[in-house]
Each structure stands twice: as C-alpha cells, then as structure tokens.
C-alpha cells in the first residue's frame, strides 16, 4: 500500500486548496478511505470519511466547508478545502482503511496513513 500527498501549500485566510492523494498497490474501489490532519502538539484527528459507495461523513469543525471526493478509475483520493481558517492549518494524511468494505465513518482506528502533506493558513 501507498499513499502519496499533494497539494498543500500556504494560503490566506478565506482561501481554497485541493489535496490529492495518489494510492497504488491495491484496488482502491475495494476500501473506504478518509483525510486526517495533525496540528502541532495534538492528536491526530480525522477530518472527512468516504465509503467505498460514495457514502461521506465529516468532523463538525469542516462541514460545508470540505468535501472529500474519489476517483477510482484514477486510485486518487481529493480533499476540496475552503474558506480555510488559521485553524485548519495543520499536516494532512491520507488514510485507506485496513479492511476492505464500505465504511464512510469518523473512525480514528484502522488505517494505513501516507506522509502527509503541509496546510499553512494565514490570518
């Protein structure tokens, strides 16, 4: 399994930045997969969820905010970002659950994370 970030960058408050997530060495239509982000000095919380029929969910601080989206036919995984907040700053994760199945959940538990990509939002 790989998952390979991009698309971070800094920005203005206000502003919108598109993640990507590239995955290889599986078939991505087969698991759920999901954004987490880790600010310094907290825990690493997860951010958006999509299940493997398109089912999403997403934490309350980024609702009507954020969308997450997939590509299959791609392997590639997005995370649309707007209206971003100095609190959104933060390393973003990729994340593909360890099982396969549908799962479009906020579960912290269960996942392979990529490296991450960096998300600077300034006031």
């Known amino acids: 399994v790989q998952l390979v970030e991009s698309g971070g960058g800094s920005v203005q408050a206000g502003g919108s930045l598109r993640l990507s997530c590239l995955a290889s060495?599986?078939?991505?239509?087969?698991?759920?997969m999901a954004w987490f982000r880790q600010a310094p000095g907290k825990r690493r919380d997860i951010v958006a969820a999509i299940g493997t029929k398109g089912g999403t969910a997403y934490a309350g601080s980024v609702k009507g905010r954020f969308t997450i989206s997939r590509d299959n036919s791609k392997n590639t995984l997005y995370l649309q970002m707007n209206s971003l907040k100095p609190e959104d700053t933060a390393m973003y994760y990729c994340?593909?659950?360890?099982?396969?199945?549908?799962?479009?959940?906020?579960?912290?538990?269960?996942?392979?994370w990529g490296q991450g990509t960096q998300v600077t939002v300034s006031s």
């Open positions: 994340a593909r659950r360890t099982s396969s199945g549908d799962y479009p959940f906020l579960g912290l538990l269960g996942y392979y």
């Open positions: 060495g599986y078939s991505a239509n087969l698991y759920s």
